[in-house]
């Protein structure tokens, strides 16, 4: 998806992003994601060491 899509997306399910913070936070994370998915990771053990500041390697 393009990022002009994921914004799409979201504001299909909810209506608008609350605040601006908000849609970066989702555009960054979607970012995350969506990288997670293209290298191969488990998204979920991607999330979780990203949050407990483990390293992250994406091949």
Do not use: H
Request: charged fraction near 20%.
């Amino acid at each position: 998806m393009l990022p002009e899509q994921l914004q799409q997306v979201k504001q299909k399910i909810s209506g608008c992003f609350r605040s601006w913070d908000g849609a970066k936070f989702f555009a960054r994370t979607r970012s995350f994601i969506v990288t997670a998915c293209k290298q191969n990771v488990n998204v979920f053990k991607a999330l979780r060491n990203l949050f407990m500041d483990n390293s992250i390697i994406f091949n």
